[in-house]
């Protein structure tokens, strides 16, 4: 195992591991219920992949579903930055608004203010 990548490419085409279908599978499901713009693509995903899936099917998968790979160096790491903070910015505008503070004073009427001149 000197080289990650030959060896990464014979893992390729045997079939992962059940944690890691299991997990992936309950990372898709996440995906889909948390990004409805990706429902769709995950369902897909989902369905066409074997009952035992080689880790092909779940690299493919995840490929699919992110829209394609970018490199975690020199500029993606700009467009990654900005892609989640317009999906923050997103989330927030989709977020309930808090109800109005309530006020703990009583509300003032005459009889109120009559009391507190005197």
């Known amino acids: 195992m000197d080289d990650v990548f030959k060896d990464a490419m014979k893992q390729i085409f045997r079939e992962?591991?059940?944690?890691?279908?299991?997990g992936f599978k309950k990372k898709m499901g996440f995906?889909?219920?948390?990004?409805k713009h990706r429902k769709s693509t995950v369902q897909?995903?989902?369905?066409g992949m074997s009952e035992t899936p080689p880790l092909l099917e779940?690299?493919?998968a995840a490929y699919v579903v992110n829209g394609g790979i970018f490199f975690k160096?020199?500029?993606s790491e700009t467009e990654d930055l900005e892609y989640k903070e317009l999906m923050e910015e997103m989330e927030g505008l989709n977020r309930p608004s808090?109800?109005?503070a309530r006020s703990t004073t009583a509300p003032t009427s005459p009889d109120n203010l009559?009391?507190?001149e005197v």
């Open 16 to 22: 992962a591991s059940p944690d890691l279908t299991q």
């Open 31 to 35: 995906i889909q219920d948390q990004d």
């Open 73 to 75: 160096h020199g500029e």
């Open 98 to 100: 808090p109800p109005p």
């Open 58 to 60: 779940l690299l493919v």
């Open 44 to 47: 897909k995903c989902l369905d």
């Open 114 to 116: 009559a009391a507190e």
